[in-house]
């Protein structure tokens, strides 16, 4: 059995039996761009969630920030992360943890998909989106600037 009260056997390509893969969130509701997400754990004593979020060759999660915090594990993938104006490659394991109020924003490499877990609180705040004039300061870094219009920075 693949699925039982507490266990959930993993599938090839970063699936799992008996987790549904849901959209990233509400479309229309803010930019992303090919990406999916996986509720692996949720349970109202831990008070957090644990996603799975996988983004295709290029794929980009939302441009945000909010009150809660995010615990990232990178495990498939190769990409690079922006947190808190603030950009770097990542890889397999590495781990990425946003602080409250941090704009962050994930993005796969052109040719690889990239995949990482998540914990998150169960109850949170929704993610502000940038107005132009915060847009306008964290453009004002360069590298910050070359990695929102997508365009992949070196080392
Ligand atoms: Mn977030």
Redesign the pocket.
Same mark, same amino acid.
């Given at each position: 059995m693949g699925v039982s009260a507490w266990f959930r056997s993993a599938l090839p390509g970063f699936r799992w039996h008996g987790v549904e893969e849901r959209p990233y969130k509400e479309e229309g509701s803010a930019p992303f761009k090919d990406i999916s997400r996986q509720v692996l754990f949720e349970d109202p004593a831990l008070n957090c969630q644990l996603r799975y979020f996988e983004m295709k060759p290029g794929g980009y999660s939302t441009l945000?920030r +909010?009150e809660h915090v +995010?615990g990232v594990v990178i495990l498939r993938g190769h990409g690079e992360c922006m947190v808190g104006g603030e950009v770097r490659q990542v890889k397999p394991h590495d781990l990425v943890h946003?602080p409250p109020m941090t704009w +962050?924003q994930f993005r796969a490499a052109p040719g690889e998909a990239m995949g990482f877990l998540c914990m998150v609180n169960m109850a949170r705040d929704k993610?502000q989106l940038p107005d132009a004039a915060q847009l306008k300061a964290l453009r004002s870094d360069p590298r910050v600037a070359a990695f929102l219009s997508g365009k992949r920075s070196q080392g």
């Open positions: 945000e +909010h +995010h946003i +962050h993610g």
